[in-house]
């Protein structure tokens, strides 16, 4: 996974990533898919819909509300690090990528998105927790959904960096390009409460890169982004496992 012409690739650490966030933080993030989720109640209780409208808006407000509930899982689950034993352990980073997609296709497909993986000929082995890796990817693809445009498709991608030393595991966006004062942004530690969100993708204040960036650092590895043309790459690199793959 090379970096193309008029890309900017840089790792996300430093600043950001002091203390925890303040609770207005968690509220922004939280505040979308609970306007969401009562905006749809309300026009349910209106009863002025079909029943296929009914369905459909049904099915969304239970994938909302899952979302919702795996920002908080997270933000939960990284107060607790400091106090948890996590196993590393090898890992097919496509296997479990393509479990991910399978659990996502469905709230993609409510927001008329797919999701893909670009996957290798040849497996790879990585060093992580199955668990905070899962939720990782998790948190990306749920920002690229956010800001996924028209029918272009969300890609998680596998690769390798530093002579195969560093397996990357990244998701692709076609949303709003990411100006430069992004890096910037993000460098602002998030124990100010007066941190704004994240120039063009307002929905972001930077809370999933915060939980992320402490689940990479628990299983030794790194989150950082790809600024491209047409969107934005975050990706996650670990070390990939000696072990051999007879998988």
Known sequence: MSVAKGEHEEYLEGPLFNGLPPLAIAAHELKSPLALVRQ???MLEDGNVSAEDQKRMLRQISLTSERA???TSDLTKSVRLPDALFTLEPINPQQLCEDIIRELAPLFSAHNRQVKLVSRRRS????????LLRRI???FSDNALNYAEGNDCVEIKIGTHNAGKTIRLGVRDYGPALSSDLFKSLRNKLVNVS?????????????GLYIVSQFADVMNGRIGVTRHRDGATFYVDLQASKQLNLL
């Open 195 to 207: 941190s704004s969100p994240i120039h063009a993708r307002p929905q972001s204040s930077g809370l």
């Open 40 to 42: 749809l109640s309300l």
């Open 69 to 71: 509930l795996r920002l």
């Open 124 to 131: 790879l082995l990585l060093v992580a927790n199955r668990d």
């Open 137 to 139: 990817i998790m948190n």
